[in-house]
Structure formats: structure tokens, C-alpha cells
């Protein structure tokens, strides 16, 4: 027996010992393979999936130029250096700053302070200053100056103990989050309590007590709107207020001599404090959020080495909640809505009840009523509404107008203005804005079909040269005629001229135009009881008279094309889906008509068809004929270049495309546009540029852009400087080429509808006119680098609330004159070519699947032809062939909705020829744009994929073999362990045993 168990013994050790030397190593590396392939597969998958973000940020590309021309060089950088290119556009972002930041009050000439002055900063944010927004807008501020650092750089003298205590010190623990990504909520203000400031660091006061500048920050960015219910973010919060409370106390000591108040916020603060001025405040200055360089124009500002010269985009108040879109700013509920009834995006809508009266509009044309003593305008108290007017902004010195002279140019349909501008003061030199505004006559006519007409509009501006004391300019300012028009939804459902008296006006802000006019009218404080709140200059107002109500002249656009209703869907009043109905505010009965609540509108059947994700249904389009796929005409991109849309020689490039490069190049399309071999066509890399070019949020490091960060849009815009702007936009257009992009995703245009809007520092202006006008200068100097840009987002995305689905129903002369007005000049004057869609729906209908909105207005009456792409494609009722049938052409699309789409209608030839008019759009845009560098007459284009995705797929392909030869090396070493002596001997030892 115990023979055998020795037997036994030693023959299972040479079992296992052969077994591990035959098959082991090789089942241990199946095993591995199997492991390390079934993981890596599905990363590869993802990977692949989501390509587009992998390459933008780790690097890569999807194609290569073969035999590159090195002379085909048609867009080029205007520096000799990235370092220069960088200097320039620090050195512009100040200039910005230096002629938009607004001096908004400035008692007993508190400013300029002191050469030298020692001075204390205030407040947690005067430590992290908000340079700009967040989410896809987000700038890398990483290199700019500080406040102190700025301050020290004119000359003053900082308190280090309370810059201490507020960067690392008590005080630090209160500091404001860092941005960056997409919100999902409001920030919150975060001011350190007065209670932990220390008796040093308030007895160091004394000795910087020249001034106290108090910094009031506020962010906002893209996802979230800013607080407003259960909370006001724009107004001073109880640490603010009891901080505020103790400088003024520290002022009445002689601690401090001077309390400046710096608003470094592109979201209008409420200034409720500044009123009764509670806090013996000396000096405001809104500097909006101040980009890579503009902390310096403001410190020299400050020192007087600057004049400011900006004029205020917004109307600042001391009630913010006084505006009419406020009331109805909340996203509602459709009444009627179940789960699975309709998407859970579609179930919530706004209506913008206020009509046209945004921002001034409203503020300055119920003022005029008051006074007149017309339209029920109430017992209205505009000063306890308004602080401070759109338009308005100081300066260090005086300005005066005169001498004012109008022609009528017929042959442009513009009025000429001249009039000179006289520094009269004695000090300073500076510039000075001088700002036109129109007003057309509210008739019987426009109140009984529902015009409504602002009691003035800004429709032009210009601005002077740096002029000494006692200097002066004549300054000539051209208005287009077209822009007085004003749009008749419900009559002649086109734009009009009433017959009456127009009056134009130049004026230093939109509450002085005002007066101008009601001055112009006979009107004075006097005469209206004190009702009329300033002598106006009737010298500085210009009268004509049109005869009768001209419906035709403007009808047609400046192309040509008619212009008539395309809207009425999104007018509750005028769509067919519903009987709700709404009453807009109107001018002629202010108090009865002033929105109170949101009107709630209930589904109806047709509502919620409308509001299912896809809306396309082959039966209601005629049969077409299939276009022509993959012929060989022997055609490159490149022979495109140059020329016009509509050239026949396009159609025959077409031919060539196969229907899967059509899906590529309109569906995959995330931040870039792919190659199409079969023309030769190279892609593109695209990225986001609202306050510049930016790749902040979906770049790495590695992947980072080399470019300037300019100061938000409204800080721009306040400049009223449009040679500022073309000078921007040849920046960025500069920095797009360098970084290699020929596509981006900016400016933004939409309209700051309410002061609590996350994205406005996005966007211009409260003012349609206003935002147009700089962004067309912008947009052409981004285009004369060859950089094709999509303004965003088209249109109304004027709130980060339930954006993703969010229906808003409005009128169409509130369309027109408001929301879309911000695009049509960037078109129609500006070289613009393209659009990103909004999110937005249009009552029930998407945006981008808004037929009358894409094509109608964009394409046909605007004369849009270049690529008009979609936001983020993150939910499935931005589709494919919604956007195609109406007007989009391509698909900034992360998740692979649309090229998993668009396959199914293969053989539907309405699609297809949907998708090759796409593809005809993306082309030309491409073709003609920096995209298209070295693309010579003998190039080709190699298709690639980003190197880290070909390195995981040699990873993966090698573990896949790794597998197989384990698999089978398994398999046969097994075999050969079985049939060797050891195997058998052993089995044959156990066998025999268990006999």
C-alpha cells in the first residue's frame, strides 16, 4: 500500500510537471487574450463611435494631403510669428476693454484717481475675476494679469494684507468655484462674511485707504441660466451688502476717501444699490468679463491713462425683475402632458409675451407714453425702473453736439447724417460714441393689426478719434432706410412703412433720444408736469413725412427675393394646431396688456404630432427621381474653387459622391468635417470662438489652441467701434489658420432677452440692430482669412432653462426685429455664410427643421448658401432628415444618431437629393475657405484615421491573434500531453487502482 502511494506520487508530479510544461503557458495566454481582447474591442468600439472627440483631444486627423502644393496657398496669416500674433492680440483685447469698459457714475470726478495711489481691493472676487464664461465658450485665462497686478503696473499701491487675506488667508474659503465645463446650475455668489475679517486686516485699510475698489462678480455660462426665483443672483447678496456697509463706514471715519465699484459681470447687475447710493459709492465702472488682457485697461482707466469711452448694451436697473420677459422667463408645462405622450424634451414651452418691447424698447417707448399721457401707460415711474439707459456711458471729459444735417441718399436708400462732436471739456482727450436712433409713427393702422413700434431704435452709430479739449469732428453716419421698416405679421405679413412723421434723432443713449424727440414734439418737463424727466434737443432731431403706407418697397429682400410670413407656427395667435390664443403687449394699452403669468396652452392632437422627434413622412412629397452616386467625371474639390453656388460644373461633382461619403460628410461631423476621397475633398477641424477661438472644453493639454481671449461679446459690442471689430475678427481669423481651423463655431448672436440669461457673455446686445451691426464686421474679418464661420445659435436659445427641446412661441415682427435681426446683417452685409441651429423649438417645430427659419428667411430672402450646421447632436428630434428637408446641411453630431439614421433611407430619393443639396452646401463652403490650403491641382487626399485609434487597433488585433494562436497551440499541446508517458502512465496508474 505504501508502495503505491509513492507510486502514485511520483507519477502525478511528472503529470503536472508536463502539463505545466506543455499546456499551461499556453492556457494561461488564452485565457489573457480572451481578457484583454473581450475589454479592448468594445474600447475600440466606443473609441471609434466617438472618434471625432478622441482626435480633438489627443491629437490626430482623418486624412492626408498626397503630393501637397506648397504654392496653393490661398488664405495666409497676416504675422510673421506666433509670438507676434499673440502680442497683437493681448495687445487688441486691452484696446477692447480700454473703449468698451462703461463709466457708469463718476461724483465729484472720483476718477481718475491719483498718480500713486494706495489703494485696498474688496471683495473675494477682487482676487479671481471672471475673464469669462463657461462651457463651450470657456477661455483658458490661465497668463492673465490679476487686479493687483494690473494696479501695480500704472503705479498704485496694493494693501498685501487684504489681498492676503482674500487669496490665502479667511477669506480664501468663500472663493468662487472655478468654470469651465457645462453647468448644471446657477453659481452662487460667494463673498466671505464680514465677521472673519480680522482687526489686522481691517486696520490696514488706513494706510491703502486712497481708495477702495470693490469688485462685484458675477458668472454665468452655458447650461444654466442665472438665479432668479428663490434667489437674485445679480443682486448684492447679505455678505455684499454688510461689506458695502462697512467700507461706507469706513469712509465717514476718513479711513477711505473714495469707494469705486467695479461690475465685472457680462449679465446686467441689479443696481438697486446705487439708487439712494446707501453706500456713499463714489464711482462704477462696468468692465463685463475682461478676457486675456483687459484687467490692464482697466487699471488705466483707472489711472487716467485711459478715457473710457463705452456705451452700456443693456439697460441697467435697480429692478431687474421691472422687465416684461420676466414674467414669462420660467419654462411651462403643456397642460395635458402625460409620460410617452410626448418626449419628456417637448413637454415645456415660454412665450415671449412682450412682443418687440426687450430691454429699452420697452423701458423708453412706456416712458414716452407716460409723458405724452398715451396708451394707459399708468402712473409709470421710469426712474424706479431704469439706472442707467442703453447706450449710456461717461466719460473724463465733456462732449458736445451740433451742427446736425440730414440727406436722403435715393440711390442707397439711406439717410446721411453729419454732425460735429466738440471735446468742450479741459483736461482730457477722449472719444466720444454718437449713437442714431429712429421713430416711426404708432398709427391706427399699426393698432389694428398689431404693429408695434418702439418709441425709438437704435439704426445707427459711429465714433470719433481720439479728440483733445476744445477739438472737434464732423462725423458722418449712414442709415439704411430698410432698417426703419417695421414687420406687419398680421396684415400685409411683410415689412412696411406707416404713412406719418418719422423722426431721427443723434443721442448719447437711448433715454436722451427720447427726449430729443419729445422735444422735437413740443414736449418739456415744464409742460408735461415733470413727467418728461430732461430737456430734450429738438436741434438734434431730423422730421420727414411719408405720405401713405407703403407696403411694397420692402417686401423683397436685398436679393430680390419676397418676403412674407414664414413664422406664423410659432405665432400661437396665427397657428392652425390650436385655439389658444395670447395677447401680446402693446403699446396702445400698457397696463391692461402687461404680461402677469405665463398663459397656460394645453396639447392638442396636432401638437402632439408635431412634438414627436421625427416629423419627416415620405407621402406628403411628390416622387423624385434618384440622383447620380459614384460616377467618374473626373472632378476635384479643387476645381470648385472660386466658383459661383449655382454653377452647373457643381452638379457633375456630385455625381461622384457615393451615398456613405454623403452620410460621412453631413452626420459625422463633431468639430470636424470628413474627407471625401471620391472628389478629393480634404476635411476640416472646427472649433468654438465666441470670445475667441477655443477649445477649452473638449481639449487636453496636448490639444490646446493658440489664440487670443478676448473679452465677452457685450464688452465688445459696447465699444461701438465696428474697426475694433474687424480687427478682432481678423485675430481670431489669424489664430484659425495657425491652429489649423477652418470652421468655427461663433460668434454668438443671440439676444440678451433678460438680464439672468446663462449665456450672455455669448452674445452682444439686448439690441437686434446693435448686435448685428458689430458682429457683421467681426464675421467678415474672420472670413477674409478663409475661416468659414456658423454663427450661434440659430435662434432663441435666449436661456439655458430646458434648452434642450424647449418650444417658444413668439410673434414674427418680434422675430424679425429682435432674435433674427442679430444674424441677418452678418449675412446680408458681412460675408456670413452659415449658421449653427438652436435647440429651440419654434412653437412645436425644431429649430433646424423650421423650413420657413432655414430656408425661407436664411437661405432664400438672406442669401445663406454656405454650411448651416447643428448644435450638439445629444437627442434624437435633432435629426437627420428633419434638418435636411428643411434647410441643415450637417450635423455637429458627438453620438452617432445621424449616420445611423440616414442609411435607412437609402433608396428614398427625397432624402438622397436632400442629402446631396447638403453636400452641395458643405462643399462650396469648404472650398472656398482656409480648409482648401494646400490642395493644388494635383492633390490627393489619403483617408487616415487619429494615430492613437490605429495603435489601440494593432493592440487589439495583435491580443485577437494572440487569442487564436493560443487558442490553437492550447489545443495541440493538450493533444500532445495527452499521447505523452507521463499522461498515459499516470492514467493508466489511476485506472488500474480503482480496480
Known amino acids: 500500500m ?13 503529470y503536472k510537471r508536463q502539463k505545466r510544461r506543455l499546456v499551461t503557458p499556453w492556457k494561461v495566454l488564452t485565457i489573457f487574450s480572451l481578457i484583454i481582447t473581450i475589454l479592448l474591442w468594445p474600447l475600440f468600439g466606443v473609441l471609434k463611435t466617438f472618434d471625432n472627440t478622441v482626435a480633438a483631444f489627443v491629437g490626430g ?29 493681448m495687445e487688441l483685447c486691452e484696446t477692447v476693454e480700454g473703449e468698451g469698459a462703461a463709466l457708469l457714475m463718476n461724483e465729484n470726478d472720483a476718477l481718475p484717481l491719483a498718480k500713486g495711489a494706495a489703494v485696498s481691493c474688496f471683495s473675494t472676487s477682487s482676487v479671481n475675476l471672471v475673464y469669462g464664461g463657461t462651457g463651450s465658450g470657456n477661455i483658458d485665462a490661465s497668463k492673465a494679469d490679476n487686479l493687483r497686478t494690473a494696479l501695480e503696473k500704472v503705479g498704485f499701491a496694493v494693501n498685501d494684507t487684504l489681498w492676503s487675506f482674500y487669496s490665502e488667508g479667511p477669506a480664501a474659503e468663500y472663493a468662487r468655484a472655478a468654470g469651465g465645463m457645462v453647468s448644471l446650475a446657477s453659481a452662487t455668489v460667494a463673498e466671505a462674511p464680514w465677521s472673519v475679517y480680522t482687526d489686522e486686516v481691517k486696520n490696514s485699510v488706513a494706510e491703502y485707504g486712497d481708495a477702495a475698489i470693490v469688485v462685484l462678480s458675477r458668472v454665468g455660462g452655458e447650461g444654466a441660466d442665472l438665479t432668479y426665483e428663490g434667489g437674485n443672483y445679480l443682486a448684492l447678496d447679505e455678505n455684499e451688502k454688510e461689506m458695502m456697509e462697512n467700507l461706507a463706514a469706513m469712509k465717514e471715519a476718513g479711513t477711505v476717501s473714495k469707494i469705486i465699484v467695479l461690475i465685472n459681470s457680462a ?3 441689479q443696481v438697486d444699490f446705487l439708487k439712494d447710493n446707501i453706500y456713499d459709492v463714489d464711482a462704477c465702472l462696468w468692465i463685463g468679463d475682461v478676457g486675456i488682457s483687459g484687467i490692464n485697461a482697466v487699471a488705466k482707466i483707472l489711472a487716467g491713462e485711459i478715457n473710457p469711452s463705452g456705451s452700456l448694451v443693456d439697460t441697467y436697473c435697480f429692478d431687474n425683475y421691472s422687465a416684461p420677459a420676466m414674467k414669462n422667463f420660467t419654462p411651462i408645462q403643456y397642460e395635458g402632458y402625460t409620460e410617452g405622450l410626448i418626449p419628456a424634451n417637448a413637454s415645456t414651452y ?4 412682450e412682443g418687440i418691447y426687450v430691454g429699452y424698447k420697452y423701458y423708453e417707448t412706456r416712458y414716452e407714453d407716460y409723458v405724452m399721457g398715451t396708451g394707459n401707460a399708468g402712473d409709470y415711474a421710469y426712474s424706479d425702473d431704469v439706472a442707467f439707459p442703453f447706450g449710456y456711458g461717461l466719460s473724463y471729459t465733456d462732449f458736445a453736439y451740433s451742427d446736425l444735417a440730414v440727406e436722403y441718399d435715393a440711390a442707397a436708400d439711406q439717410f446721411v447724417l453729419s454732425v460735429k462732436v466738440t471735446n468742450t471739456g479741459d483736461s482730457y482727450t477722449g472719444k466720444e460714441t454718437v449713437q442714431v436712433y429712429v421713430q416711426s409713427p404708432y398709427t391706427d393702422y399699426d393698432r389694428e393689426n398689431g404693429v408695434e413700434k418702439a418709441s425709438v431704435a437704435l439704426c445707427g452709430f459711429g465714433k470719433t478719434e481720439l479728440l483733445a479739449p476744445g477739438a472737434s469732428e464732423v462725423l458722418t453716419i449712414r442709415v439704411d432706410k430698410r432698417d426703419i421698416a417695421s414687420y406687419d405679421a398680421y396684415g400685409a405679413g411683410t415689412y412696411i412703412l406707416d404713412a406719418g412723421d418719422y423722426y431721427l434723432t443723434v443721442a448719447t443713449d437711448a433715454h436722451n433720444a427720447v427726449n430729443n424727440i419729445l422735444a422735437a414734439k413740443g414736449y418739456t418737463a415744464e409742460t408735461t408736469n415733470g413727467r418728461m ?18 407696403t411694397a418697397t420692402y417686401a423683397t429682400s436685398a436679393n430680390g427675393t419676397p418676403i412674407e410670413n414664414q413664422l406664423s407656427d410659432a405665432d400661437i395667435n396665427l397657428y392652425e394646431g390650436s385655439d389658444a390664443s395670447v395677447t401680446y403687449l402693446t403699446r396702445s394699452d400698457w397696463t391692461g396688456t402687461f404680461p402677469q403669468q405665463s398663459v397656460q396652452l394645453a396639447l392638442t392632437d396636432t401638437m402632439v404630432a408635431q412634438l414627436q422627434d421625427v416629423q419627416y413622412d415620405p407621402a406628403n412629397y411628390e416622387a423624385q427621381t434618384m440622383p447620380a452616386l459614384g460616377k467618374d467625371n473626373g472632378l476635384k474639390l479643387y476645381d470648385m474653387i472660386g466658383l459661383e453656388f449655382d454653377d452647373p460644373k457643381w452638379q457633375d461633382l456630385l455625381d461622384q459622391m457615393t451615398f456613405d461619403e454623403m452620410v460621412s460628410l453631413i452626420g459625422d461631423a463633431f468639430h470636424w468635417t470628413m474627407p471625401v476621397k471620391s472628389i478629393e475633398a480634404p476635411g476640416t477641424r472646427d472649433e468654438n470662438g465666441p470670445q475667441g477661438l477655443t477649445a477649452s472644453l473638449i481639449a487636453s493639454d496636448a490639444t490646446q489652441l493658440d489664440a487670443t481671449a478676448f473679452t ?7 465699444t461701438f467701434n465696428v474697426d475694433l471689430m474687424s480687427e478682432i475678427g481678423r485675430v481670431i481669423g489669424n489664430n484659425c489658420l495657425e491652429a489649423g481651423i477652418a470652421c468655427l463655431y461663433g460668434p454668438g448672436n443671440n439676444i440678451h432677452r433678460t438680464p439672468y440669461g446663462g449665456r450672455n457673455f455669448e452674445y452682444y446686445s439686448e439690441d437686434g440692430f446693435l448686435s448685428g451691426e458689430m458682429s457683421a464686421y467681426e464675421v467678415a474679418g474672420i472670413q477674409s482669412k478663409g475661416v468659414h464661420v456658423v454663427m450661434k445659435h440659430f435662434a432663441l436659445n435666449d436661456s439655458e432653462q430646458d434648452r434642450i427641446g424647449l418650444g417658444v412661441w413668439l410673434n414674427e415682427q418680434a422675430a424679425r426685429e429682435i432674435y433674427l435681426k442679430a444674424f441677418q446683417a452678418p449675412i446680408e452685409e458681412g460675408n456670413g455664410n452659415g449658421v449653427m441651429t438652436a435647440y429651440t423649438r419654434w412653437g412645436c417645430i425644431w429649430s433646424g427643421g423650421n423650413k420657413g427659419l432655414m430656408t425661407g428667411i436664411l437661405r432664400d430672402e438672406w442669401g445663406c448658401q454656405g454650411m448651416n450646421i447643428t448644435d450638439n447632436v445629444l437627442t434624437s428630434y435633432v435629426n437627420g432628415v428633419d434638418g435636411l428637408m428643411a434647410g441643415v446641411s450637417i450635423y455637429d453630431a ?24 447638403a453636400c452641395h452646401h458643405n462643399l462650396y463652403a469648404i472650398a472656398n475657405s482656409c480648409g482648401m490650403n494646400g490642395v493644388g491641382a494635383n492633390t490627393t487626399v489619403k483617408l487616415t484615421q487619429p494615430l492613437v485609434l490605429t495603435i489601440l487597433l494593432i493592440i487589439v488585433c495583435a491580443f485577437s491573434v494572440l487569442l487564436l494562436v493560443g487558442i490553437v497551440l492550447w489545443i495541440l499541446r493538450a493533444r500532445r500531453f495527452r499521447a505523452c508517458s507521463e499522461f498515459t502512465a499516470y492514467r493508466a496508474f489511476k485506472k488500474q487502482n480503482r480496480r
Open 2 to 14: 505504501e508502495e503505491n502511494k509513492q507510486r502514485k506520487k511520483e507519477l502525478k508530479k511528472a
Open 61 to 89: 486627423t482623418f486624412w492626408e494631403l498626397e503630393n501637397e502644393d506648397p504654392n496653393a496657398i490661398y488664405f495666409e496669416g497676416d504675422f510673421a510669428s506666433i509670438e507676434e500674433m499673440n502680442a497683437y492680440g
Open 267 to 269: 449679465n446686467a447687475l
Open 350 to 353: 415660454m412665450i415671449y409675451q
Open 533 to 550: 424727466d430732461a430737456e430734450g434737443s429738438a436741434a438734434l432731431t431730423y422730421t420727414w413725412n411719408e405720405a401713405e403706407l407703403d
Open 712 to 718: 465677452s461679446e457685450d464688452v465688445m459690442a459696447a
Open 894 to 917: 458627438m453620438l452617432p444618431l445621424v449616420t445611423n439614421q440616414l442609411p435607412q433611407y437609402e433608396n428614398d430619393a427625397v432624402i438622397v437629393n436632400a442629402m446631396r443639396e
